[in-house]
Nanobody, 120 residues
Framework: QVQVVESGGGLVQPGGSLRLSCAVS????????VDWYRQTPGKQRELVAG????????NYADSVKGRFAISRDNGKNTVYLQMNSLKPEDTAVYFC?????????????WGQGTQVTVSS
């Protein structure tokens, strides 16, 4: 089966950094675009960042642009989210979504999430 596993979350002080990883197995990874989402109890799920299957195109939410960076290593079947200058507002469960953007039969796989807590 397809597996999407996030890791790297934890507790960090404001201004600190974390690097999240999203490991995907069971698919030909180079065909899949990947998005990072986050969700808190008081907010709707938010698209944080995305990267195309080849890694050439990226996009970011305005709230994280300039602080977060998404990248991928197709040789390791892994997408990363480097989070710098973290703020308490970044506290959330972060989810990874791997998508094959195929017209006929698109595919979409979610991970279980990893908790990020930014607090002093």
């Amino acid at each position: 089966q397809v597996q999407v596993v996030e890791s790297g979350g934890g507790l960090v002080q404001p201004g600190g950094s974390l690097r999240l990883s999203c490991a995907v197995s069971g698919v030909i990874f180079k065909f899949y675009a990947v998005d990072w989402y986050r969700q808190t109890p008081g907010k709707q799920r938010e698209l944080v960042a995305g990267i195309s299957s080849g890694g050439a195109m990226t996009n970011y939410a305005d709230s994280v642009k300039g602080r977060f960076a998404i990248s991928r290593d197709n040789g390791k079947n892994t997408v990363y989210l480097q989070m710098n200058s973290l703020k308490p507002e970044d506290t959330a469960v972060y989810f990874c979504n791997a998508q094959r953007k195929r017209i006929t039969t698109p595919e979409d796989y979610w991970g279980q999430g990893t908790q990020v807590t930014v607090s002093s």
